[in-house]
């Protein structure tokens, strides 16, 4: 009984679990370029399926013993549509790829394309200042003053003359992507970062990649999950409960 009551504790933390990442989904349903996350459960092997097979490490008889339980968040980078703002300094990326901008000594990746300009006259993002750089790692610098141009290739162009190119960069391993706030990443793989030859639309941002009416499905389906392990617990809790005082009255 005390198994049983174990197994449906950890279906019901998982599906909590599953719970709060779709709210935080529909929460960024209108998040500019925002990565849907996916929370994936899995079964615990039972110790008699594996007995004797190898031997385990802790991480491993974590794995274990029946019920469910819940993997890392994964990001679902696939890209999303694009809406026209009309707005020169707004880029989106039709494909793969990711804007490098700078944090202090630390570059970060997006897809959020909301960018301005600052007083030190360089292009930034809308969202925390930070500078966006070229395909040599470096601010770009620009003159609010003459019209802003970039072609589909990420080449910005002023009055005429091509300042630099935007630092468009292809992660293989989007796994080794960790989230920072809501839309920007940062890298923790060792693999070299690839310039990306994704075409670039000015005048564009990506919407959200969340399907609000999907999320609500997946929603009420893991309400209902976690509440039939509560339901379960709850009865396997009387159960012990009467147990114990039959025995009692036994005795």
Same mark, same amino acid.
């Given at each position: 009984?005390?198994y049983g009551?174990y =197994?449906?504790?950890?279906?019901a933390?998982?599906?909590?679990?599953r719970?709060?990442?779709?709210?935080n989904n529909?929460?960024?349903?209108d998040t500019?370029?925002?990565?849907?996350?996916?929370?994936?459960l899995?079964?615990?092997r039972?110790?008699a399926a594996e007995k004797?097979s190898r031997?385990y490490?802790?991480?491993?008889?974590e794995?274990?013993? %029946?019920g469910?339980?819940?993997?890392?968040?994964h990001?679902?980078?696939s890209?999303?549509s694009?809406?026209?703002? %009309?707005?020169?300094?707004?880029l989106?990326?039709?494909g793969r #790829?990711f804007?490098?901008?700078r944090? %202090?000594?630390?570059?970060l990746y997006?897809r959020?394309?909301r960018? $301005?300009?600052?007083?030190?006259?360089?292009?930034?993002t809308m969202?925390?200042?930070?500078?966006?750089?070229?395909?040599g790692?470096q601010p770009i %610098? =620009?003159?609010r003053?003459?019209?802003?141009s970039?072609?589909?290739?990420g080449?910005i162009s002023? #009055?005429?003359?091509?300042l630099?190119?935007?630092g468009?960069?292809? =992660?293989?391993d $989007?796994?080794?992507?960790?989230k920072?706030?809501?839309?920007?990443?940062v890298?923790r793989?060792?693999d070299?970062?690839?310039?990306?030859?994704?075409?670039?639309r000015?005048g564009?941002l990506e919407?959200?990649a969340?399907?609000?009416?999907?999320?609500?499905?997946n929603?009420m389906?893991?309400?209902?999950?976690?509440?039939a392990? $509560?339901?379960?617990?709850? =009865?396997?809790d009387?159960?012990l #409960?009467?147990?114990?005082?039959?025995? #009692?009255?036994i005795?």
């Open positions: 009984m005390l009551m =197994i449906s504790a950890a279906g933390l998982a599906h909590s679990h719970q709060d990442v779709i709210a529909l929460a960024n349903v500019v370029s925002f990565k849907r996350d996916l929370a994936v899995q079964t615990r039972t110790e004797g031997r490490t802790a991480e491993d008889l794995k274990m013993g %029946g469910t339980f819940a993997h890392p968040v990001t679902d980078y890209p999303a694009l809406e026209e703002t %009309g707005n020169v300094y707004d989106a990326l039709e #790829g804007f490098r901008v944090n %202090g000594e630390q570059v997006t959020d394309g960018f $301005t300009i600052n007083d030190k006259n360089q292009l930034v969202d925390g200042g930070y500078p966006v750089l070229d395909e790692g %610098g =620009i003159d003053n003459l019209d802003f970039v072609n589909d290739q080449f002023q #009055g005429g003359s091509m630099a190119r935007l468009i960069a292809d =992660i293989a $989007t796994g080794q992507l960790q920072q706030g809501n839309n920007m990443y890298n793989g060792s070299p970062v690839q310039p990306a030859q994704t075409p670039v000015q564009y919407n959200s969340v399907d609000a009416v999907n999320e609500l499905v929603m389906q893991a309400q209902r999950l976690f509440q392990n $509560t339901s379960l617990l709850q =009865i396997q009387r159960s #409960g009467l147990a114990v005082t039959k025995v #009692g009255m005795s």
